[in-house]
């Protein structure tokens, strides 16, 4: 069982970046996916949700608007378009995949970082 998060890297205030996150060794249709970000020196906070029936999004305050979650279970994968950056989005970003009966699975994270 894994989760692999990709598409971090450097971002100019004002830009675009999607991230991914690939499951593999289960299928995300049966789990509920969520994005979360770690700013250093403070705590793993929920960013966006998706339900596992797809049209169901949630979204943090400072990002709504901003950020577009989706999944596609035919890839196994969930996406984060990030959008309108802000210097206070830079983070490690995590992926969670979480199932009715509560089991949590979590990816290693990608950095994002606010380009100069």
């Known amino acids: 069982v894994q989760l692999v998060e990709s598409g971090g890297g450097l971002v100019q205030p004002g830009g675009s970046l999607r991230l991914s996150c690939t499951a593999s060794?289960?299928?995300?249709?049966?789990?509920?996916m969520r994005w979360y970000r770690q700013a250093p020196g403070k705590e793993r906070d929920w960013v966006a949700g998706?339900?596992?029936?797809?049209?169901?999004?949630f979204y943090q305050d400072s990002v709504k608007g901003r950020f577009i979650i989706s999944r596609d279970n035919a890839k196994n994968t969930v996406n984060l378009q990030m959008n309108s950056w802000k210097s206070d989005d830079t983070a490690v970003y995590y992926c969670?995949?979480?199932?009715?009966?509560?089991?949590?699975?979590w990816g290693q994270g990608t950095q994002v970082t606010v380009s100069s």
């Open positions: 060794g289960f299928s995300i249709s049966s789990y509920a």
């Open positions: 998706i339900g596992r029936i797809g049209p169901s999004t």
């Open positions: 969670s995949a979480r199932s009715l009966t509560g089991t949590e699975y």
